[in-house]
């Protein structure tokens, strides 16, 4: 490897149109709308999703808009027999993949009190271990059929910062953050681009039905906290158009808003006052955990907007 291809590497997928696109989670949230997204670009999808039904709609919408799903099916990643299955038949039916975009996840958040082992098994199962069998599936054909490509793994600002009640959640996205920064070097050689896209605040539907363990919803200061969210949450094609960005430039790290960039360069920048602010925001939550608690032990969801609890 010359001095030239340390410093510089080729856009892999420089644009969408005509390339064949795999996403996961499509049915809703920022999946469903990178998928549209891509599909007016271009692209040729293979879309999955946990849920059927939300499934079968979300390809007639595109097919119906001009759009083009080649092969769409509906299963559970974190089942690794299930997504070997069905990488066996998008290569017969479609071939192999132009980029991979990992967008399905779930979320479980409370303090370690709280959260039960099933919570902690079915973020690394969903989160970390779904795109890990995605990778196993998809990826090497890539490499085998040497014309480049790009992976995207969604992670999420709690795969940057420590946010207060994401134990599980972020150790399931530190996790894919870790496995994208290797990949990133790995599959290099290959002409194969890597993307990490970490969301903060995006708002989708499921904001509004969010449990949290052990907290009221109904409880006015959680009220007040989730409307606060809205006001500063982006929208799923916001979201979306930052993922698309981030492939046709080969950009690493995809933000989806300015304050997670902000926040992660303050954190490596000035690591005292960032350890202050982490403090204080969970002393604001252990507040507002004690006055709103419920004692229930129930909550698995997805505040990014992109696939279900299996």
């Known amino acids: ?89 998008v290569d017969a039916e479609v071939g192999v993949m132009d980029v991979v975009m990992n967008i399905a996840g779930v979320s479980a958040w409370g303090t370690v009190d709280k959260l039960e082992h099933r919570h902690w098994r079915t973020m690394v199962d969903v989160n970390l271990m779904g795109p890990i069998h995605v990778i196993e599936s998809f990826v090497p054909q890539m490499i085998r059929r040497g014309d480049g490509g790009h992976l995207v793994n969604v992670s999420s600002a709690a795969g940057l910062l420590a946010l207060p009640w994401h134990a599980a959640y972020s150790a399931s996205k530190f996790g894919v953050r870790g496995v994208s920064e290797v990949l990133r070097f790995d599959l290099r050689r290959h002409g194969i681009g890597v993307s990490l896209v970490c969301p903060g605040g995006v708002d989708t539907p499921l904001v509004d039905t969010v449990d949290i363990v052990g907290v009221d919803r109904d409880d006015p200061r959680v009220k007040a906290q989730v409307a606060n969210f809205h006001k500063v ?72 907007g992109s696939d279900a609890t299996p």
């Open 1 to 89: 490897m010359g001095i030239k291809d340390l410093l510089v590497m080729k856009t892999p997928v420089p644009s969408l149109d005509g390339r064949t696109v795999l996403i996961t989670g499509a049915a809703s949230g920022i999946g469903r709308a990178t998928a549209e997204a891509a599909a007016r670009e271009g692209a040729q999808l293979v879309l999955t999703d946990l849920h059927a039904d939300a499934l079968d709609e979300v390809v007639a919408a595109i097919n119906d808009s001009g759009g083009e799903v080649g092969y769409h099916q509906a299963g559970d990643i974190s089942d690794f027999e299930w997504v070997a299955a069905f990488a066996r038949q």
């Open 233 to 304: 949450a982006v929208s799923p094609e916001k979201a979306a158009q930052a993922i698309l960005a981030g492939v046709r430039h080969n950009r690493f790290l995809v933000y989806t808003s300015f304050d997670v960039r902000f926040g992660y360069w303050w954190a490596r920048k000035f690591a005292l006052p960032y350890e202050i602010v982490m403090r204080v925001a969970n002393d604001r939550f252990d507040r507002l955990a004690r006055f709103s608690s419920t004692g229930s032990s129930v909550h698995t969801t997805t505040p990014d």
